[in-house]
């Protein structure tokens, strides 16, 4: 591999993306916009037009915000990389701290400072322009802050050890050190499943215990049938941020919990809330959390493999505009510009992702069929659907490449006529 011919598949792939992304935007805006004034017929009964209209208005402006998004991102990623952003950063930080890891660290916070202070905009449009427009938003500017500045601590704390502990490992455990740095990785990451629901998701929201008995004793006799082991049912104030409503667990082993967010308690009734739960242990029942667990644990060691080998070729860093300093380590630099170049490279292996999610779904599904009544769901997906002012007609192809849930339409035909996907 040359430097030259780094770049050009660099800017290859960039390219591709770019195309991908704007082709399926194109086409998703496109065909939500041609639906739009009719309701399809298996949901004319139970979503008005008014509201089939609203979904499909909120989709299309969320899809051009994100397209402006990305590519504001790509911007900054070539501003980073092939115009020296990152190396003229990397140099000046040189001039201003003179211990190796010091330096680095800072690199790496700055590099995030940086890119978060850049997103902001986006964030703030995002949550007090489109989800204010539809009726979703319920965060004041002052949570917002208050959100972002204990988000930024959080991750100093546990995001700053486990840099230091990194870049410690590739500068003093020899040619192995990617090894190391991936077991780390999966240490740290199943630290943070125990450590979640009980210190660090109570920083943002408040939980309380479930306050329904009736509900409570339906979704216990679930999970006691389905031999789901549950340590609490507990319902988060979500309503202090968004209108939105969902449901999910949380936890690992003997900490497992589910949490309400307090908006789908008002929106579903007693079988609907249990459908939905019994879909969610239907991922437990099939271990879909274990084997994507599995999964990410797997592509994680070949990237790392991948970073242990192409930190120590010349052709990575000056391919991506950031020649290795020849009196300074480099590894910061490297996992900035690997982690900045692989999804540029692994984007069109996105819908490989979406589809094993999909099937995860169907299963989940059908197993919570078998467990409650499939037409539950059913009413609770179209409620969600309806509520959530999610499209009933997305794009094929753009549903295909990114979804990681069937669309409604399908979904629903799947659970009516218990078929199997």
Request: charged share 15%; aromatic share 14%; net charge positive.
């Amino acid at each position: 591999m040359t430097t030259t011919l780094f770049t050009l598949l660099f800017i290859l792939f960039l390219g591709l993306e770019a195309i991908v992304r704007l082709w399926l935007s194109s086409r998703q805006i496109r065909h939500v916009s041609q639906h739009r004034n009719a309701v399809p017929a298996e949901f004319s009964e139970k979503i008005s037009l008014r509201s089939h209209q609203r979904a499909a208005d909120y989709t299309i402006e969320r899809m051009k915000l994100g397209m402006g998004e990305w590519i504001f991102d790509a911007m900054i990623l070539i501003s980073f990389t092939l115009l020296g952003g990152l190396h003229l950063l990397d140099a000046f930080l040189q001039t201003q701290i003179s211990g190796d890891m010091w330096r680095q660290l800072a690199l790496l916070a700055a590099i995030g400072i940086i890119t978060g202070l850049l997103h902001l905009p986006f964030s703030l449009w995002r949550q007090f322009k489109l989800e204010a427009k539809y009726g979703f938003n319920r965060m004041t500017f002052k949570l917002f802050i208050s959100d972002t500045i204990k988000g930024i601590i959080v991750s100093l704390i546990l995001g700053l050890p486990l840099m230091a502990a990194i870049l410690w490992l590739m500068a003093e455990a020899g040619n192995a050190w990617w090894l190391w740095a991936w077991a780390l990785w999966v240490g740290f990451n199943v630290l943070i499943l125990y450590l979640y629901p009980t210190f660090i998701a109570p920083l943002f929201n408040k939980f309380t215990p479930l306050d329904n008995p009736e509900l409570a004793e339906r979704i216990n006799k679930l999970a006691s049938r389905c031999g789901f082991t549950l340590n609490g049912l507990f319902v988060m104030d979500g309503s202090k941020r968004s209108a939105h409503g969902n449901a999910y667990f949380t936890g690992f082993g003997k900490s497992r919990r589910i949490v309400f967010f307090d908006t789908l308690l008002n929106k579903l009734n007693g079988p609907e809330i249990e459908a939905v739960l019994a879909h969610e242990l239907g991922h437990f029942k099939h271990k879909h959390i274990i084997k994507r667990m599995a999964i990410s644990f797997f592509v994680a060691l070949v990237f790392f493999a991948l970073l242990g080998y192409v930190k120590n070729t010349i052709w990575f860093y000056e391919g991506l505009g950031a020649p290795p300093a020849l009196m300074h380590s480099n590894d910061a630099l490297a996992l900035i510009l690997f982690f900045m170049a692989v999804p540029v490279f692994t984007f069109l292996l996105s819908p490989l992702a979406s589809w094993f999610s999909r099937k995860d779904e169907f299963q989940a599904d059908q197993y919570a069929s078998e467990q409650t009544e499939a037409q539950s769901l059913v009413s609770a997906l179209v409620k969600l659907y309806d509520d959530n002012a999610a499209t009933l007609t997305p794009d094929p192809i753009h549903s295909a490449f990114y979804d990681s849930h069937p669309p409604a339409s399908v979904r629903i035909q799947h659970l009516l006529t218990g078929s199997k996907a």
